[in-house]
């Protein structure tokens, strides 16, 4: 079975310090995708990476940047959190091709105080 | 552009079908899905239909594709607590992310079963 590990469920952070969400799958995907998720406004795309050190921004990449150093992880970085990127983030991978499945991890609750 | 539309809510009695439509503005999308989130979790994949394709079934659930309309549905059948959870449309289109092809989402519809 595909797995998406995102490394952590909870995170509680203060306006204005760095944060890291890691993301890991295991299935040799090229793609990967950051996404975050907020009531009434679905799944938006912040950044997404097809290839090893390659980085496309999505909708919405501000106050986002993102890693990718090798084929297996992909990380989101806040430089500087502020309150209103509290959320769900939600990650994900999928093989290249047309009606490949996009898989997702279970989420990381980031809330900023 | 590219917008995937879709009922925010719906609510059903255990033992009913439910059916959560979903409209797309993009006819050149090539594969539609439905994911499902249950309560604090990732998003898993229900079904695919490739846009050749106007319906799929598998077991309690039936796709519906209308590519004319530009309009998607799932029916579950005999609807259970157990299905109460989140459900999102997503497009697949090559021209959204390059080659790779991003997924589009609708904003969800939540599905409330109740007994």
């Known amino acids: 079975d595909v797995k998406v590990t995102q490394s952590s469920r909870y995170l509680v952070k203060r306006t204005g310090e760095k944060v890291f969400l890691e993301c890991v799958q295991d299935?040799?995907?090229?793609?990967m995708f950051w996404y975050r998720q907020d009531p009434g406004l679905g799944l938006r795309l912040i950044y997404f990476s097809y290839d090893v050190k390659m980085k496309e921004k999505g909708d919405i990449p501000e106050g986002y940047s993102v890693s990718r150093e090798k084929k297996e992880r992909f990380s989101l970085i806040l430089e500087s959190a502020s309150t209103n990127q509290t959320s769900m983030y939600l990650c994900a991978s999928r093989t290249q091709g047309m009606g490949n499945t996009i898989y997702f991890g279970e989420g990381s609750w980031l809330t900023v105080v | 552009g590219e917008d995937v539309e879709q009922s925010l809510f719906l609510s059903v009695r255990e033992g009913d079908s439910s059916v959560i439509n979903c409209t797309y503005t993009?006819?050149?999308?090539?594969?539609l899905y439905w994911y499902k989130q249950e309560p604090g979790a990732g998003l898993q994949l229900l079904t695919y239909?490739?846009?050749?394709?106007d319906m799929k079934q598998d077991q309690r659930l039936t796709v519906l594709l209308n590519k004319k309309d530009k309009h998607l549905s799932l029916r579950i059948a005999d609807t259970q607590t157990g299905d109460s959870a989140i459900y999102f449309c997503a497009e697949s289109n090559p021209r959204n992310g390059g080659s790779q092809g991003n997924l589009i989402f609708g904003k969800g519809t939540k599905l409330s079963v109740k007994p």
């Open positions: 993009d006819s050149s999308s090539t594969y």
């Open positions: 239909i490739f846009s050749n394709m």
């Open positions: 299935m040799d995907h090229e793609n």
